[in-house]
């Protein structure tokens, strides 16, 4: 359990995480998340992120300066649990609401 947490046992991998999971794959749109995350946080959680294989970090066709984060199929996996602790959440805290997800909320 130390080895999991030691990744996703803080609040802003797990964010970047649930970010990834709802369809955001720009640093500009982690930063417009409503926690207000940092962006030399944002920063090192990503480089963490796609260091340890979880993510990708892929420059655009378009803007080779504009890079796009994905999910692996690692990451897939821990989404996997993520998902788990917000059904958890969504059972247990009353304050708990889902987001909506970025596809949502562009169509």
């Not at 655009?60 to 796009?68: C, L, N, P, Q, Y």
Request: glycine content about 10%; proline content about 2%; aromatic content about 6%.
């Amino acid at each position: 359990m130390a080895c999991t947490l030691d990744l996703v046992g803080d609040r802003w991998t797990l964010l970047v995480v649930r970010d990834l999971i709802l369809g955001k794959t720009r640093f500009e749109e982690f930063l417009g998340s409503p926690e207000g995350i940092a962006t030399n946080i944002l920063s090192s959680r990503l480089r963490l992120l796609a260091d340890l294989g979880y993510i990708t970090a892929e420059k655009a066709a378009g803007d080779r300066r504009r890079i796009h984060y994905n999910l692996t199929k690692k990451g897939e996996k821990l989404g996997k649990l993520l998902r788990g602790i917000t059904k958890w959440g969504l059972k247990n805290l009353p304050e708990t609401k889902l987001q909506r997800t970025v596809k949502e909320e562009n169509g």
